[in-house]
């Protein structure tokens, strides 16, 4: 007798537990953070062969400081992406496109990394993640009479995505070489990468490229 | 003979094979299937303090947040009302935005959550910060946290709450109040936002129900 009695408590028991389960499952149903393992990313969004005005082009060289966490030795993806850039920054100087250049943090212009550091007096801005903010590149852009900018650098999930976006929103043509952007890992440049190319509000002003596909 | 000329176009090919690919890093679009996510962020208990925290309603207004364009932001809408409702009840000012693209006002904020009183109402695209008084608004009543709840997750969310992060507030993102047209935006957003380099001190992922006033 007791023991059926100790048998249906536990039935009743467990069925409670079930039930406050599914309940408190079901107040926080349909989160991003329940579906998360549920997620692929879309395609890879198509790169384009992209021609650029010198006279009215700037090349953004963002962060290129090779200290971490820029582009340091816990980022070896940022250093991979040097080689390209050198090439970019030599082609974009012969065709006279203006490079402007940017630090974040304790930095400054003497840090950059030597393969790719300014010269003469090409432009250094400093600020965190969005170059725009508390700078005077909308300033600098817009008396030099630029139209597009070309965006590279590091972090691709910082610098490149925010200044990217805010060039975009400042009615700027924008060109993001994806061998020229470099994060801690993949799923953040392809996010950076998707973002860029999908973006609401960027309107069809960003274009996705490869460094040796931007003719001047 | 034949067979060292076919070695011979063999070497040349594998040569310049091997020579574009080190002249070529490759970058995430040659990786781009093989990418995964990154575990489930934590979400966080956040106890607020009602008189120094703004609940920002980013872009709930009828032209995009409907069944037919964007379903996932109504279905939403309850629990973001929920925290509508307890925000006001504990005195926490509200502020909403809309946008120009399409254009938008404050009377076209969806019903269930519109505005009350003298709420105020910006509008910009994306960067809810960016052409608007926002800044002044928060700054004037001494707001330093922002609670972003809204969509579209990868337009108005994430760039105003990644602004808002540099312009100094701390920023705290419901994973159940922001709402994309599919779960990778919404994904990224959220991970992003958590994560992204020089801000991410300065968020805290929560849910709606961890939210104490």
């Given at each position: 007798m007791?023991?059926?009695?100790?048998?249906?408590?536990?039935?009743?028991a467990?069925?409670?537990?079930?039930?406050?389960?599914?309940?408190?499952?079901?107040?926080?149903?349909?989160?991003?953070?329940?579906?998360?393992?549920?997620?692929?990313p879309?395609?890879?969004?198509?790169?384009?062969?992209?021609?650029?005005?010198?006279?009215?082009?700037?090349?953004?060289?963002?962060?290129?400081?090779p200290?971490?966490?820029?582009?340091?030795?816990r980022?070896?993806?940022?250093?991979a992406?040097?080689?390209?850039?050198?090439?970019?920054?030599?082609?974009?100087?012969?065709?006279g496109t203006?490079?402007i250049?940017?630090v974040?943090?304790?930095?400054?212009?003497s840090?950059i990394?030597k393969d790719?550091?300014?010269?003469?007096n090409?432009?250094?801005?400093?600020?965190?993640?969005?170059?725009?903010?508390?700078?005077?590149?909308e300033?600098?852009?817009?008396?030099?009479?630029?139209?597009?900018?070309?965006?590279?650098?590091?972090?691709?999930?910082?610098?490149?995505?925010?200044?990217?976006?805010?060039?975009?929103?400042r009615?700027?043509?924008?060109?993001v070489?994806?061998?020229?952007l470099?994060?801690n890992?993949l799923?953040?440049?392809?996010?950076?990468?998707?973002?860029?190319?999908n973006?609401?509000?960027?309107?069809?002003?960003?274009?996705?490229t490869r460094?040796?596909?931007?003719?001047f | 003979?034949?067979?060292?000329?076919?070695?011979?176009?063999?070497?040349?090919?594998?040569?310049?094979?091997?020579?574009?690919?080190?002249l070529?890093a490759?970058?995430?679009?040659?990786?781009?299937?093989s990418?995964?996510?990154?575990?489930?962020?934590?979400?966080?208990?956040?106890k607020?303090?009602p008189?120094?925290?703004a609940?920002?309603?980013?872009?709930?207004?009828?032209?995009?947040?409907?069944?037919?364009?964007?379903?996932?932001?109504?279905?939403?809408?309850?629990?973001v009302?929920?925290?509508?409702?307890?925000?006001?009840?504990?005195?926490?000012?509200?502020?909403?935005?809309g946008?120009?693209?399409?254009?938008s006002?404050?009377?076209d904020?969806?019903?269930?959550?519109?505005?009350?009183?003298?709420?105020?109402?910006?509008k910009s695209?994306?960067?809810?910060?960016?052409?608007?008084?926002?800044e002044?608004?928060?700054?004037?009543?001494?707001?330093?946290?922002?609670?972003?709840v809204?969509q579209?997750?990868?337009?108005?969310?994430?760039?105003?709450?990644s602004?808002?992060?540099?312009?100094?507030?701390?920023v705290?993102?419901?994973?159940?109040?922001?709402?994309?047209?599919?779960?990778?935006?919404?994904?990224?957003?959220?991970w992003?936002?958590g994560?992204?380099?020089?801000?991410?001190?300065?968020?805290?992922?929560t849910?709606?129900?961890?939210?104490?006033f």
């Open positions: 007791g023991g059926r009695f100790a048998i249906i408590a536990v039935a009743l467990v069925a409670a537990t079930m039930i406050c389960n599914s309940v408190s499952s079901s107040a926080s149903a349909n989160d991003i953070v329940d579906e998360w393992s549920k997620v692929s879309p395609p890879a969004p198509a790169i384009k062969q992209v021609k650029v005005d010198p006279k009215t082009t700037a090349l953004l060289m963002l962060d290129f400081v200290h971490d966490p820029y582009c340091g030795d980022k070896p993806r940022c250093g992406t040097l080689p390209a850039m050198k090439r970019l920054l030599g082609n974009a100087r012969i065709h203006a490079v250049y940017s974040a943090g304790k930095y400054e212009a840090d990394a790719v550091a300014p010269a003469g090409e432009p250094v801005v400093k600020s965190k993640a969005d170059k725009f903010l508390n700078t005077d590149l300033k600098i852009l817009k008396e030099k009479g630029i139209q597009t900018v070309v965006v590279t650098g590091t972090a691709a999930n910082g610098a490149v995505l925010y200044t990217a976006s805010g060039a975009a929103l009615g700027l043509k924008v060109i070489p994806v061998d020229g470099s994060a890992d799923y953040e440049e392809q996010l950076t990468v998707w973002q860029l190319a973006g609401p509000g960027f309107g069809g002003q960003v274009t996705i460094s040796d596909m931007i003719e | 003979m034949r067979v060292g000329g076919w070695m011979l176009v063999a070497g040349v090919t594998l040569a310049i094979g091997l020579g574009a690919s080190t070529r490759a970058s995430v679009i040659d990786n781009w299937a990418v995964k996510a990154p575990p489930a962020p934590e979400l966080k208990p956040v607020i303090d008189k120094t925290t609940l920002l309603m980013l872009d709930y207004i009828k032209q995009i947040c409907n069944a037919e364009r964007y379903p996932r932001c109504p279905q939403r809408l309850p629990t009302k929920k925290l509508l409702d307890q925000a006001r009840a504990n005195g926490v000012m509200i502020v909403y935005t946008t120009t693209t399409p254009n006002e404050r009377a904020i969806v019903p269930s959550v519109a505005p009350k009183g003298d709420e105020p109402f910006v695209v994306l960067d809810k910060f960016l052409n608007t008084d926002l002044k608004i928060l700054k004037d009543k001494g707001i330093t946290t922002v609670i972003a809204g579209l997750a990868q337009g108005a969310v994430i760039t105003t709450g602004e808002a992060a540099q312009r100094g507030f701390k705290i993102v419901a994973v159940d109040g922001i709402a994309a047209q599919d779960d990778y935006y919404e994904q990224y957003t959220v992003h936002l994560n992204a380099p020089l801000l991410s001190n300065r968020v805290t992922l849910s709606t129900d961890l939210i104490k």
